[in-house]
């Protein structure tokens, strides 16, 4: 018996549905939007026009498709971008992060760790801002007081590198420091007893145990990434990553079922670069 | 020609002194094992040995040479850990290819002789199974094959049957030390479980709050604690508290609070008459009688006492006396042997042969 | 090379664009969707780099180049600006000279005024019929300056006269804010852009709304009951520049795209997808045909007669309307 | 000695990155735009320092009724999340089989892996006046006309705690699955009800979690952008839509950034009251795992 | 008068049956123990008596009534948990409240109880502290009085000493016994440990694999052990096994696989000529003598062997003998009684009373 269950039939009726309902209210909007990412329809609203992947493949004019919608496409490709770029450094700091917090002792310790879970609880409109506000400064000072035009510092590709680098750093840190806490340091020590330089020891050991959270880290790090909104709207320059693209197509000049072909394309991706994470932090760690 | 000596060695941490002033030798091909309580600075030592710490003071010499310039990877003492630290993302034949491997040997050397360690620890053809797929006593016998392949000139082992449940450490005992012979490695053994010490060491050190109190065979340590700690770390025992009130020659006369006597043997040349004193008995060491029966008998100690409960267990029974003073002490008692049961409320009488009692200063 | 552009929605359909990229086979064109104040923003942001060639409405101009400094003069000399309308350039130029140097040349132009579903809402004609109770919770507007002038001009006011005079022109925004406020509850919901917008209408959801003219024509191809109607005191009159960002990379590119849009079949190719009308000589002619017929239903002589053009904007002003607009949008109806 | 330098030098290779990051991203920027906001635009390119932008902020009741309802608001959707995410979090740590456990967090997870922007499209197509709940309605014949759904209050609500609840429950699974049944089983065995075990166990068990998942999903709830405004549409009124206005349709980055630094202060400071309430500290539940 | 009575209980997990018809009575105030390998339904059982599982067939009496219809929290059982389950959101004295609070007791009364009930487990005054300060064995104590403010009918108590260390084990386990009789109460112990079972317990059932293989006081378990499982499970033994060879009265000849006889008690009836069996005979009941002196001493098995180690281990010593067939016999030896000391490699004789060897069917 699981003493945590309800015991008694009804109860146990209710809280079914309720966990149904719930469900059903998760995956609702998602259906939904993916549903009228197949209507033969420029709108995506009711009625059902019928079946068409015009919306995915379709390259004549009043339905091009995603694959066919070259502002689409380029939005993702930035998004790839910067995703890899973005969490490729996030995973490098944050493994830093982690060995400092995890092995070092130093002064201050406290209060640089609460620093570094501080971006998390940050907005990321504020994080977008301050970056913004920061970075101009630096230029604007550059190109008054030198006559230096840091070009980089301006809205563009790099600031939202940084501006998402910023919090993600954060995350990777919590995701490899977690596991690291759980690395046994005898590891490493019997490593060195048995004749393993430290570079070794890094390399066969401490690393390759690290592997699954340096993985799902850049994952999550990537779908976090592709799909931030409130931290890049202020740092885009010209070079803007698909869900900018999106939004501005969405408010800028309205909605048309690609937008649903795209979110099906998303869901599918995340939902399956998510499922392989899982998948593999469970096959390493399922010792 | 001493496989590992230890000179005076002191490890501070901070105004934390973990280890003090620590002396000893191993010779070639020996079992040695160093035997304290939890916190007592074990762990410490052998980090040092292996070279994970630099001690305060002193110095470390395998076969001979000084140690300490050298770093924990270059050093030929090989370390079993506590919970082994098997590597969970390799197999076990990696595992024990590991150290050959940073020796840089070859592929066929390194294939032949992780073959041969698997064979003589009785585990032939483990190589591609997973650490997880081993029990608990075959990981042990892992852990000890992949330093053995790199044939250290001292094996440390840090309470390697801490993990294991309570009949796989007997059993894991007597492996041990029949792979010790197998191997006829020098093992530095650390443990806080006296009979571990006992049963497989040919030396013991019992280390005490950093201290090494005294360094012997088993049945020296047994017979012949030289301090109270000694006394009362190794084996079981009854303390009794007195008064020295005679002495002469190796024998002393001790007044307990309840008022009577105990006689017991006495090595510290430090005690005079009137010194606070705590006297150790075995379990064993006491005969127990009837108190009508008490003429016929003549222990050289006699205690009045009543039994407070009888502790059966197979050959370990005790009865449990409760003396005048209402302290509780516990006596082997075989049944079957001698005299019949006892029952619980008897009034008996317990004695010993005096030079079963040891008698040390008492502390504060 | 790349052309960064940042336009308006629509103004760089994926034919012209195709047609340009073959011209030009070593020109890639990046299209980044804008509105005016975000036009202004990013170039604030930037100082004037990231972008190859803006397209800010010709009032916008002037003020943020003067605070900002976004925008580089335009060598006149590589446009050729013989066939854009001489009334269009001109007002373009004259509003857009600073120091001797233009910074602007037209390039589409329109009205801003309503739109109705004549089946639906048959007697629209003034910014307030927005607010009638009538068509409660199927109006819609877009929450910026154009519809805070609107409102003053059906309120019997000149709010461009009162330009020189910001106490005045508070009163105005004041009175025009509370009215505006009022009216929140009746209409569906601001509309942000111009398929957004022709979405609600086309799906029924909007019966009438503040619009661009051009999507209203645009709409009058799909459904010939959405009209555009020039409110009666007057359609605003807008008119979309070419400006070259101060660090733009690619003038030359920027050049080459301002004469090829203005090619007469690449006017036709831009209205279709504007629904606006080419700052070039003759453009009504070089609407496609349905787009003509929405022309002609929407605007008879007295209309056009009775636009108003969007004046300059001195400082001070744009304070003013933002504080209104978002007090509007922040008050609960 | 040797090994002590090199600890030192590891130790200074490992801060470098962690340094740049925190103070070159996190605390300069955010003293920038403190130091911003005190900048008093006088005219244009005119400049001086003073505190004008907060008094506007005070005198401009548009502008703190926004904060206070995107305050109360995020609470709101934060009990609300709790509310809802506790249930489910319960049945995923407790309850659920093993295997079940894994397939039901993934499945919860999922919406967490599509963007905002689509979550919220999601709810468009849904909640439209021609979307397809409207739809389903009419034809079931519950309502005549269409109905717009969108555009409220509820709506806003409704979409926010869709956006938030995963990081309610993610903590609350990782707490619960912490706690021992056989805390439960003690609790029912020393005589304690149904709700007396819940009330003096397993909330008071779960509370790092409870005060994680309420910190992680006020602070989105409060910066967050496209959910309320896309789906309040005309009513959205977010503090956050402030901040993007002044710096999109204003140019005015000295009030934007005033705005921005009154929300931090702002949400900082119910973090902090929340904290205090409950005794947890910031590093012990957030950064739990 | 029985506090609680089993009653043909049996638990099915769907085909897997954890606990089969086990039958057994507890009665008033004494100290009943479960002893059984891991896994063998001892947990279950115990949750079955404390309402959190539903038997699949059979009754649970407490004081005379069935409680089968009662809710967990409506039995007056008390359970002290493995891990304790000390809650740890809550002071000493609120883990202790808690019941009292569930009962509605007012503000005084529980204040005087929680009070009362620390004093008694020698714990006064700990009410403020936090749960982690404890050490284990207080924390042990503070689960105990838990329960016991609640004045159960029965005690019951799933390995409570398992997570302990050595030394505190020994020592918990006297407390414990002691407790009970202060509370006298009932208590059903859970255990795998069988020194803590026999030390303890009025009572003992011996379970494997769900049923009960015996109960009864531990002497008897220890020296009449009903079942092949029994003897091996309870106390050390060395088990021999063989072919019976001939059967008279209670006695029977068995011939080993290397030839040699021994004799063993029968108590089986079921045994034939010809039966294989093993023979189980305990440390301390065999005679170990010098081949060359054999003929004086005359146990009625005699096996041949060399003394391949000696384990020394104070009162607890062994010598472990090698037979022909190579097989260890693990031998009591207690230094410095009766014989010398022995070397290793000495030839020696073993032997024991004939009715020191139990005899049962062997399996498979
Ligand atoms: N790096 C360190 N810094 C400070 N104190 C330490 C350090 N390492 C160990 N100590 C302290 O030194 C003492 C001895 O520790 P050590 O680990 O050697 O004990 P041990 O005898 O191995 O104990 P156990 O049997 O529990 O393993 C302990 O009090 C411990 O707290
Ligand atoms: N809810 C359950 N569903 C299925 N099988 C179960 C369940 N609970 C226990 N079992 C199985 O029943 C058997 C007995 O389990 P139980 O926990 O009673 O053993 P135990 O004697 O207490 O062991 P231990 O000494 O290890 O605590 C085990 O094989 C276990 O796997
Ligand atoms: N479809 C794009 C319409 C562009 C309109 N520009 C209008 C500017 C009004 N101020
Ligand atoms: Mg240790
Ligand atoms: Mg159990």
Redesign the interface.
């Given at each position: 018996m699981n003493v945590a269950a309800p015991q008694s039939t009804v109860l146990r009726m209710t809280y079914n549905t309720y966990l149904l309902l719930f469900f059903v209210y998760l995956a609702a909007p998602l259906v939904a939007a993916g549903v009228f990412a197949f209507n033969d329809s420029t709108f995506s609203a009711l009625p059902w026009k019928g079946f068409t992947l015009d919306w995915f493949f379709g390259s004549t004019d009043p339905k091009v498709g995603m694959f066919n919608d070259r502002r689409l496409l380029r939005g993702m490709t930035n998004s790839l971008y910067i995703g890899i770029i973005v969490s490729a450094m996030a995973v490098i700091v944050g493994t830093c992060n982690a060995f400092l917090f995890e092995r070092k002792q130093f002064p201050f310790k406290n209060v640089l760790y609460i620093l570094m879970i501080i971006p998390l609880v940050i907005p990321g409109v504020i994080l977008g801002i301050s970056i913004l506000v920061f970075a101009s400064m630096i230029a604007n000072g550059a190109e008054t007081s030198l006559n230096l035009d840091l070009a980089f510092l301006r809205p563009g590709m790099f600031l939202v590198i940084l501006g998402q680098f910023s919090f993600l750093t954060t995350i990777t840190s919590l995701v490899i420091a977690a596991r690291l806490r759980k690395f046994d340091i005898s590891l490493e020590e019997a490593a060195l007893n048995l004749g393993a330089s430290r570079g070794r020891v890094l390399a066969t050991v401490t690393l390759p145990f690290l592997a699954p959270a340096l993985f799902s880290a850049f994952v999550v790090g990537f779908l976090i990434s592709f799909e931030n909104f409130n931290t890049t709207l202020m740092l885009v320059g010209s070079d803007a990553p698909l869900t900018i693209t999106m939004y501005d197509r969405m408010v800028k000049v309205g909605s048309t079922p690609v937008l649903n072909a795209v979110s099906v394309f998303l869901m599918v991706g995340s939902g399956l670069l998510a499922v392989l994470s899982v998948l593999a932090q469970r096959n390493r760690t399922g010792e | 020609m001493f496989d590992l000596e230890s000179d005076k060695i002191t490890k501070r941490f901070g105004t934390f002194t973990a280890v003090k002033d620590v002396s000893f030798e191993v010779p070639s091909g020996s079992f040695f094992s160093i035997l304290g309580p939890?916190g007592c600075g074990k762990t410490t030592l052998m980090r040092i040995i292996?070279?994970?710490e630099?001690p305060s003071e002193g110095d470390i010499r395998i076969k001979g040479k000084s140690v300490l310039g050298s770093?924990?990877?270059?050093r030929n003492?090989?370390?079993v850990?506590?919970?082994l630290?098997?590597?969970?993302?390799m197999n076990i034949g990696e595992n024990i290819a590991?150290?050959l491997k940073?020796?840089g040997e070859n592929r066929t050397d390194i294939k032949r002789k992780v073959t041969a360690v698997l064979d003589r620890i009785g585990l032939p053809g483990v190589e591609e199974k997973?650490?997880?797929q081993l029990s608990g006593g075959q990981k042990q016998r892992v852990a000890i094959a992949?330093?053995m392949v790199?044939e250290p000139d001292v094996l440390l082992l840090d309470e390697p049957l801490g993990a294991l449940d309570?009949k796989l450490r007997e059993h894991m005992?007597?492996e041990l030390?029949q792979l010790q012979h197998q191997f006829d490695t020098t093992f530095l053994y650390i443990t806080?479980?006296q009979?571990e010490a006992?049963?497989m060491s040919d030396n013991v050190a019992v280390m005490n709050a950093g201290r090494f109190e005294q360094i012997g065979p088993?049945?020296e340590l047994?017979n012949a604690p030289k301090s109270a700690f000694v006394a009362g770390f190794?084996?079981?025992s009854n303390r009794f508290s007195g008064k020295v009130s005679a002495i002469s020659g190796g024998e002393a006369r001790i007044t307990l609070a309840n008022g009577q006597e105990v006689l017991a043997g006495i090595d510290d040349k430090a005690l005079f008459l009137g010194a606070k004193v705590d006297v150790f008995v075995?379990?064993?060491a006491i005969f127990i009688t009837r108190r009508e029966k008490a003429a016929a008998d003549s222990p050289q100690t006699l205690l009045k006492g009543v039994v407070d409960?009888l502790?059966?267990?197979?050959?370990?029974s005790r009865v449990?006396v409760r003396l005048e003073d209402s302290s509780l002490v516990e006596v082997?008692h075989?049944?079957g042997q001698g005299e019949d049961r006892f029952n619980k409320g008897e009034a008996v009488l317990l004695g010993w042969e005096m030079h079963a009692g040891q008698c040390f200063a008492a502390k504060g | 090379e790349t052309l960064r552009l940042l336009t308006w929605g629509g103004y760089a359909p994926d034919e012209v664009v195709r047609l340009f990229e073959e011209k030009y086979p070593d020109i890639d064109v990046e299209v980044t969707f804008s509105n005016n104040e975000e036009m202004i923003a990013k170039l604030r942001a930037t100082r004037g780099a990231g972008f190859d060639l803006a397209q800010p409405s010709h009032d916008r101009i002037y003020a943020a180049q003067l605070e900002y400094g976004i925008y580089k003069p335009l060598d006149l000399s590589q446009i050729d600006t013989s066939v854009m309308q001489d009334g269009l350039l001109k007002s373009v130029k004259d509003n857009t000279t600073i120091d001797g140097e233009v910074y602007a040349v037209p390039h589409q132009w329109g009205t801003s005024g309503l739109m109705a579903d004549i089946t639906k809402a048959p007697d629209i004609n003034s910014w307030d019929d927005l607010c009638d109770p009538e068509y409660k919770g199927r109006t819609s507007m877009r929450l910026r300056r154009t519809i805070l002038l609107g409102m003053a001009f059906s309120m019997g006011k000149d709010p461009f006269a009162a330009y020189g005079d910001l106490a005045e022109y508070q009163k105005i925004m004041d009175e025009v804010t509370e009215k505006l406020i009022a009216c929140k509850g009746n209409i569906k919901t601001y509309w942000s852009g111009g398929d957004d917008l022709s979405n609600l209408m086309l799906s029924g959801e909007v019966v009438a709304s503040e619009t661009w003219d051009s999507t209203a024509y645009k709409l009058y191809g799909e459904d010939a009951n959405i009209v555009f109607v020039p409110p009666e005191t007057g359609a605003l009159a807008w008119i979309d520049t070419f400006a070259i960002p101060a660090k733009g990379e690619a003038d030359d590119a920027a050049y080459k795209w301002i004469n090829f849009v203005l090619q007469p079949e690449i006017v036709t190719m831009m209205s279709a997808s504007t629904g606006a009308l080419a700052s070039v000589k003759g453009s009504i002619d070089l609407l496609p045909d349905d787009k003509k017929a929405a022309v002609k239903a929407a605007f008879d002589d007295a209309a056009i007669e009775n636009l108003k053009f969007f004046v300059n904007i001195p400082a001070g002003i744009e304070d003013i309307e933002g504080k209104s607009l978002e007090r509007i949008k922040a008050a609960s109806q | 000695m040797l090994r002590n330098d090199a600890t030192k030098l590891s130790l200074i290779l490992l801060m470098t990155p962690f340094i740049l990051w925190i103070v070159l991203l996190i605390i300069l920027p955010q003293l920038g735009i403190g130091y911003l906001s005190l900048r008093e635009k006088l005219g244009p390119n005119d400049y001086k320092f003073g505190f004008a932008n907060y008094v506007d902020f005070l005198q401009e009741p548009i502008y703190w009724n926004t904060l206070l309802r995107t305050a109360w608001m995020s609470i709101l959707v934060t009990i609300l999340s709790l509310f809802v995410g506790f249930p489910i979090a319960y049945y995923i740590a407790k309850i659920a089989r093993r295997r079940s456990r894994a397939a039901l967090f993934l499945l919860c997870l999922i919406p967490l892996w599509v963007s905002d922007l689509v979550r919220a499209f999601g709810w468009i197509v849904l909640l439209r006046e021609t979307g397809i709940i409207s739809g389903a309605l009419q034809s079931v014949g519950l309502i005549e006309g269409p109905v717009e759904l969108l555009y409220n209050d509820v709506t806003v609500v409704i979409g926010l705690i869709y956006t938030v609840v995963l990081f309610m429950i993610v903590p609350l699974v990782s707490t619960l699955d912490g706690m021992d049944n056989s805390l439960l089983e003690a609790g029912y065995n020393l005589g304690g009800s149904r709700f007396t075990v819940f009330r003096m166990i397993v909330v008071p068990y779960a509370m790092p979690g409870i005060v994680a998942g309420c910190i992680i999903t006020f602070m989105l709830t409060a910066g967050s952008y496209l959910t309320p405004i896309l789906l309040g549409g005309k009513n959205s009124m977010w503090f956050t839509e402030q901040i993007y206005d002044q710096f999109i349709t204003r140019y005015n980055w000295e009030a934007g950034s005033t705005f921005g630094v009154l929300l931090l202060v702002f949400t900082s400071f119910v973090v902090w009251l929340g904290l205090r309430l409950t005794g947890q500290n910031l590093a012990s539940t957030v950064a739990k795992d």
């Open positions: - | 939890s292996a070279g994970f630099t770093a924990p990877n270059k003492v090989k370390m850990f506590q919970h630290a098997l590597f969970p993302m590991y150290g940073c020796r997973h650490v997880s992949r330093c790199l309570l005992k007597i030390k806080h479980d009979s006992l049963v088993p049945e047994y190794v084996g079981d075995r379990p064993e409960s502790l059966f267990n197979g050959a370990n449990l082997d075989r049944i | - | -």
